[in-house]
């Protein structure tokens, strides 16, 4: 069946006939993808239109960088690959840095962008918007490709499909140079010219000898330990995962976005105990998350002086080794490898040693006990504990409300206050730690999974997206954006020293940032201590208005680079 073949008359006979732009509406559709998410302009205006037209959602942003974290973390969401669309050079640079996002973080995304024509671009003739963008994107991606003909369309889309979400997921970038969508061809020809993709992401299923040889050293563990990262959160086992985790009985601690795969009040977590837990354990399974800087590398001062075993659960076969020897890699999807170790658990599997789990259950309880007086205060201007105890009750009450998250101390601090309770509910800056995320994190999740979005950001955070709150009253999103504003990076109080100009981490003194939303018809909201944020959140989630609240914090409330301050280089210098 034709769904967008246009009639026309051809060469004075009657044909059907198609083109580049409705053979790329067809193709997306035919492999499911139904949304995208870009910015309009030569030579994909039209493109967007009729996309549009076709039934495919197409949210319109203000920056492409914001439109490509957008397609990023729908990836991460959906485990279909999120659609990036600009225009050439400019446009595609600005959306490559996301691109290049969701390969670290192995989100599957797809850019698709417009270019000039080959044959100009290729004699450096100065087209339009010139740039051999296919050449910039390769290095920043899983794998890019051009399509040159209309006949190649189908097969274009079916290769950036599979690479984006089979193995290691990750971005992929598809060059569609200007020329390719008003190139015609017969209808049928285009039709049959099209690939749905069969089993994109097929199941890669452990050796049983590996699974063995897991099993063997996680039983041997006095103190075992098992991380889970975002990769566990991504592959969508979430039952299997819990029942493993249960099973085994050992400690778990999720890694930021893979908080809430398994509650944060689960007996088992030891995200409150974090630095017992990786210095005193002997074995450390980690399923989906790397070792890497988040994790220390495996090794040093954070992991203590005990000798460790690591087992690894990824689909990449290249990571196991990557920092420290794994005993045992397991190398496969997590859903398979998870159900097999499940199978192969005897039934009077033994619980760790009663030594162990009480030991992390009694830091937690401290730890807990510690920041609980914290999160109670009703200080103005408020500081970063007050402002997040009442939003952290506000997510215990409305727990499949997806959480964004960005900033430094803005950062750090929730991620540590306040509790996850469902899977894939906390999007935050990921790998890179890449301020940004936010408002295209914050669009996406709610577009692609209908829910209420919370987004709690640094001021600074903010600024790099903040022109899309315009996108999010546009598309009338049930999204709150809560600015924890203390006037500047990290901090509002540092001074120059050496002029009239102000410090180099300082932003305007008490900035409103809620009346951004006013300008665009949402509702905003000064709020100036934890009883006002906490009333204003509620109103806005409950009415699901699009509402920005500016929470002001003490300007001197938070630390330098929140809890990396140590990744700071020092200067031997005496400062000026
Ligand atoms: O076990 P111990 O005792 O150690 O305690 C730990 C836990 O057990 C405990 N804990 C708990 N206690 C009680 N109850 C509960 N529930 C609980 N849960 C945990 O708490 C401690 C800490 O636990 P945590 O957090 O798990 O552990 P820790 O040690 O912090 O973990 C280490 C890490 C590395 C895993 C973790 O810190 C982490 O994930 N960090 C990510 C950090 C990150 O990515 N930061 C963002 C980048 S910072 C910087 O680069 C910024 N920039 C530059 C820039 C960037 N990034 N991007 C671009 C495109 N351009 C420039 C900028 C511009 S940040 C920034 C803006 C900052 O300003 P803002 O205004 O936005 O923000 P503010 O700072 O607010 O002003
Ligand atoms: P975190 O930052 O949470 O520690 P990382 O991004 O470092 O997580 O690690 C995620 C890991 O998960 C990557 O090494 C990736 O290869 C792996 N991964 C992603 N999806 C799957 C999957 N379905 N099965 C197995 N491994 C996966
Ligand atoms: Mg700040």
Redesign the pocket.
């Known amino acids: 069946m034709l769904n967008t073949a246009q009639k026309t008359e051809a060469a004075g006979a009657e044909q059907e006939l198609t083109d580049g732009f409705h053979l790329v509406i067809d193709a997306l559709k035919l492999n499911g993808i139904d949304t995208i998410y870009g910015v309009p302009g030569i030579p994909i205006t039209d493109l967007g239109r009729m996309a549009q037209a076709s039934g495919i959602r197409v949210l319109s942003f203000r920056h492409e960088q914001n439109a490509g974290y957008a397609a990023a973390i729908a990836g991460f969401l959906t485990k279909k690959p999120g659609v990036c669309l600009t225009v050439s050079a400019p446009g595609f640079l600005n959306g490559l840095?996301a691109l290049a996002h969701a390969t670290t973080n192995c989100f599957p995304m797809i850019l698709v962008s417009g270019s000039s024509e080959r044959e100009i671009v290729d004699l450096q003739q100065g087209d339009y918007e010139e740039m051999d963008q296919l050449a910039v994107a390769k290095p920043l991606c899983k794998a890019a490709f051009r399509v040159l003909h209309a006949q190649d369309i189908g097969i274009g889309f079916a290769r950036a499909i599979r690479a984006a979400v089979s193995g290691r997921p990750g971005g992929v970038y598809l060059d569609l140079p200007a020329k390719l969508f008003s190139q015609v061809m017969n209808a049928e020809a285009g039709q049959k010219s099209l690939v749905k993709v069969i089993d994109p992401a097929p199941a890669q299923l452990p050796a049983p000898a590996a699974i063995k040889r897991a099993l063997d050293v996680l039983k041997s563990a006095k103190r075992p330990l098992i991380i889970l990262g975002k990769g566990a959160a991504y592959a969508q086992a979430d039952e299997a995962i819990k029942n493993f985790v249960e099973k085994s009985g050992a400690p778990f601690l999720p890694?930021?976005m893979a908080k809430g795969l398994l509650p944060?009040l689960h007996p088992q977590c030891a995200?409150?105990?974090?630095?017992?837990v990786l210095k005193d354990a002997d074995v450390v399974m980690l399923i989906g998350a790397r070792l890497n800087?988040?994790?220390s590398h495996g090794k040093g001062k954070t992991w203590g002086e005990a000798p460790k075993k690591f087992i690894q659960v990824d689909i990449e076969p290249k990571e196991m080794d990557s920092n420290v020897e794994i005993a045992a890699p397991v190398v496969g999807d997590i859903a398979s490898c998870v159900s097999a170790f499940l199978e192969a658990m005897s039934a009077n599997w033994l619980a760790p040693p009663t030594e162990w789990t009480s030991a992390v259950q009694k830091?937690?309880e401290e730890?807990?006990a510690?920041?609980a007086p914290r999160l109670m205060n009703n200080n103005s201007p408020m500081d970063?504990h007050g402002a997040l105890g009442v939003l952290r009750t506000i997510i215990k009450e409305r727990p499949d409300a997806i959480l964004v998250n960005?900033?430094?101390?803005?950062?750090?601090?929730t991620?540590?206050?306040i509790?996850m309770y469902q899977p894939r509910k906390r999007l935050?800056?990921g790998t890179?730690?890449?301020?940004?995320i936010g408002m295209g994190s914050a669009i996406a999740a709610s577009v692609e999974t209908g829910k209420p979005v919370l987004a709690i950001?640094?001021?600074?955070?903010?600024g790099?997206s903040g022109m899309e709150v315009e996108t999010i009253c546009r598309y009338k999103l049930p999204v709150c954006v809560v600015i924890?504003?203390?006037d500047?990076?990290?901090?509002?109080t540092d001074l120059n020293s050496a002029g009239s100009d102000p410090a180099t981490t300082v932003f305007v003194k008490g900035a409103r940032y809620d009346k951004m939303m006013e300008a665009f018809g949402g509702v905003g909201v000064n709020a100036t201590t934890p009883d006002e944020l906490k009333r204003a959140v509620n109103e806005a989630m409950d009415s699901g208005k699009p509402t920005l609240i500016n929470a002001v914090?003490d300007p001197a409330a938070?630390s330098e680079?929140?809890?990396?301050g140590n990744l700071n280089p020092q200067s031997v210098l005496k400062k000026k």
């Open positions: 840095t890694m930021s944060d995200g409150a105990a974090r630095s017992t800087w988040l994790l830091k937690r730890n807990v510690k920041m970063y960005e900033g430094a101390n803005a950062l750090d601090l991620r540590g206050v509790d935050d800056v890179w730690g890449v301020m940004g950001e640094g001021d600074s955070a903010f790099f924890l504003n203390n500047g990076i990290y901090r509002g914090i938070g680079s929140g809890r990396i």
